[in-house]
């Protein structure tokens, strides 16, 4: 997993719950805590810090990974300013995920595993994507939609479906409310 989500987590314990916490969990997890963000790091990591902050504030690895979405987000949107003003709305930009968006991220993060969003244009005011990743971690990509919307001032109604028990392949169905 590419370091840039390491870095940004860390950042939001520190931001978010205190230098204690950040020193207690990666005490805890026996981890450094120094991050790259174009360096490689196991999976397990990013699990262990998570499990490590959930007993520290209680709070489930679910709500860890939608609070988490959000400062991924405005990392993103701060970051790479272009991505997002390419686009005019919510709809367009996820559209471009597989096509635009992910290809540009793995120029900067070569051999990065960016998952998959297959999107499919029902109508005007409704959009599928799905979702596929070796991650199983559709409760980011639900933050990062939800996010997305926010961005663009626009209300989504989003409906999941699992198409795999394990949250590696998830149908999301957006529908714009007007």
């Known amino acids: 997993m590419k370091g840039v989500v390491f870095?940004?987590?860390?950042?939001?314990?520190?931001?978010?719950?205190?230098?204690?916490?950040?020193?207690?969990?990666?005490?805890?997890?026996?981890?450094?805590?120094?991050?790259?963000?174009?360096?490689?790091?196991?999976?397990?990591?990013?699990?262990?810090?998570?499990?490590?902050?959930?007993k520290a504030t209680g709070l489930s690895t679910q709500e860890m990974l939608m609070g988490f979405s959000k400062c991924f987000f405005h990392m993103l949107s701060s970051q790479y300013q272009n991505f997002f003003e390419m686009h005019k709305t919510s709809f367009d930009f996820l559209s471009a995920l597989d096509s635009y968006i992910h290809p540009e991220a793995l120029k900067l993060y070569p051999g990065a595993s960016v998952p998959g969003f297959a999107p499919k244009r029902i109508s005007e005011n409704k959009l599928e994507l799905i979702y596929t990743s070796k991650r199983k971690m559709p409760i980011l990509a639900r933050g990062l939609i939800d996010q997305t919307s926010a961005f663009y001032k626009e209300k989504l109604n989003v409906e999941e479906l699992m198409l795999e028990a394990d949250g590696s392949v998830v149908k999301f169905i957006l529908t714009k409310d007007h």
């Open 7 to 54: 870095t940004e987590l860390i950042e939001m314990i520190e931001n978010e719950c205190g230098l204690e916490v950040l020193d207690q969990v990666l005490e805890e997890t026996k981890l450094s805590g120094i991050y790259t963000t174009v360096g490689d790091y196991p999976e397990s990591e990013l699990y262990a810090l998570l499990g490590s902050l959930g």
